[in-house]
């Protein structure tokens, strides 16, 4: 037996060592992105995953995901895409780390969610369009005149290359959900993978839209009744409301550039008794005051863009503005100085809001796809009477007959909302006392409606 130096030992321990890991890589590509721990964060049983997905080469389009698996038994549980809105907002900042997600900034550290919807699924967030968040492209051109079609195609790729890249989903129940824009996003996305199913095979098994934008008209201009019923606006501005100049009308004359001046006059009125000390995407919520106000979330013209004001927006702008953060997260920044909530940099292009996409969430119901679309009942934005007329009216459109008539659910032993279920394949709920991100203020209620959802059961009825 020959022995050989120490050194040499060593060396040649290394060496077996970074090799395996070099093809251990190779084999497992999505290894480079498990996060072995954010800052601050406190022991958890379950792998976290981010980084980046390439959906343009020539431009370097990437975009930047967060995933966290399931809480018990992520084999067995099902892939659940989440999208946030805006157009332009995070689903990081605002999905993950305020909503649904294990976790939430308080200072300098993390706390748990214990209503996080991982407890469910394996989450993933994708932060989209290019050029939101830590989603970015060199060529800066990728920002400017951003459509719904541009958006439904990257985020097409994304989930094929990431599939790619995490081969132990391609055959897993896949579920995409998000809220407020994403009512443009999801359904799109939906069916560019029913399109390409072929090639790809999504395992497409159902979509969920939280106060979503549908339909324009209806969905914007059922605010007016909203703010009246909850004593927000007069009688007369109201009626001027409803008469002389409605939200859909204000904001086509805006992005068109033909703003006519009794519709200012009319929105500028509308603004001064809301008030902006009133959270419009909770109307009960106070707001925090010593936070900066932020028109990130608004679906109008900034001139009269109501603000949302919350508090835990500032932990997480400070939070994910970290070095150590975002090295945790495998991020980085290109072509701006800092994350924010809302994009800064894209410009969308804004009349595509009034591209209907119910049409779209119909033909996906004839394909099969089941729909849930909910509503947090406090949400002035897109308020839940427009998003009950809309999904109604689809119903009949589709001759679907009531299967559980409308009624009260539970979430614990209060009442959770009310819903009510077309056919199979059509669902509609309210979250009582939720805001436009249900998920944020009302968690336990949103998770009752979120495993109800996957297991494809109606609202529990008693508690």
């Given amino acids: ?99 649904n997600g294990p976790f939430r900034p308080k200072g300098e550290v993390l706390v748990r969610n214990e209503h996080s919807w991982n407890t469910e699924a394996n989450m993933l967030y994708l932060e989209t369009p290019i050029g939101v968040g830590f989603s970015y492209s060199t060529d800066t051109s990728s920002y400017e005149g951003v459509t719904d079609r541009i958006t439904a195609r990257d985020n097409l790729l994304f989930l094929q290359k990431w599939l790619e890249k995490f081969p132990q989903y391609r055959n897993r129940s896949l579920y995409i959900t998000g809220e407020s824009y994403a009512g443009h996003y999801v359904p799109q996305l939906a069916e560019l993978m029913l399109q390409f199913k072929k090639e790809y095979q999504f395992n497409l098994k159902g979509i969920a839209l939280g106060n979503p934008v549908l339909e324009f008209a209806t969905d914007f201009n059922s605010r007016a009744e909203f703010f009246w019923s909850h004593g927000l606006i007069s009688d007369s501005t109201y009626n001027m409301f409803t008469s002389v100049c409605n939200y859909s009308r204000y904001v086509s004359e805006y992005y068109r550039g033909s703003l006519s001046p009794i519709c200012a006059m009319v929105m500028s009125q509308v603004s001064r008794e809301t008030s902006k000390f009133v959270d419009k995407y909770d109307v009960t919520l106070d707001v925090c005051i010593s936070s900066v106000f932020s028109q990130s979330k608004a679906l109008l013209p900034q001139e009269v863009a109501d603000t949302i004001d919350v508090c835990v927006d500032d932990e997480i702008v400070n939070y994910l503005n970290r070095p150590d953060v975002q090295k945790a997260l495998h991020a980085r920044l290109v072509g701006v100085r800092q994350w924010a909530v809302c994009s800064t940099i894209l410009d969308y292009q804004q009349l595509d809001v009034e591209i209907p996409t119910i049409t779209i969430v119909g033909k996906l119901i004839k394909a099969g796809i089941p729909v849930l679309v909910y509503s947090g009942d406090q949400d002035s934005v897109i308020p839940l009477t427009g998003s009950r007329k809309l999904v109604n009216g689809l119903a009949e459109q589709l001759r679907l007959s009531t299967t559980v008539p409308y009624r009260v659910w539970f979430g614990g032993q209060q009442v959770g909302g009310w819903t009510q279920v077309y056919g199979n394949m059509l669902s509609f709920a309210t979250i009582r006392g939720a805001s436009h991100e249900a998920p944020f203020s009302q968690p336990e209620r949103s998770l009752v409606l979120f495993k109800s959802f996957l297991e494809g059961r109606p609202l529990p009825e008693v508690f």
């Fill in 1 to 99: 037996m020959i022995a050989l130096p120490w050194k040499t030992i060593v060396l040649t321990l290394l060496l077996l060592h970074i090799t395996s890991s070099f093809f251990e890589a190779e084999a497992f590509p999505s290894l480079l992105d498990r996060i072995t721990g954010l800052p601050g964060q406190p022991p958890v049983g379950f792998q976290q995953y981010s980084g980046y997905v390439t959906v343009d080469e020539k431009r370097q389009k990437a975009m930047f995901y967060y995933l966290a698996e399931a809480e018990i038994d992520p084999t067995s549980k099902p892939l659940v895409l989440w999208l946030n809105g805006g157009p332009g907002c995070s689903s990081l900042g605002v999905g993950a780390f305020s909503e």
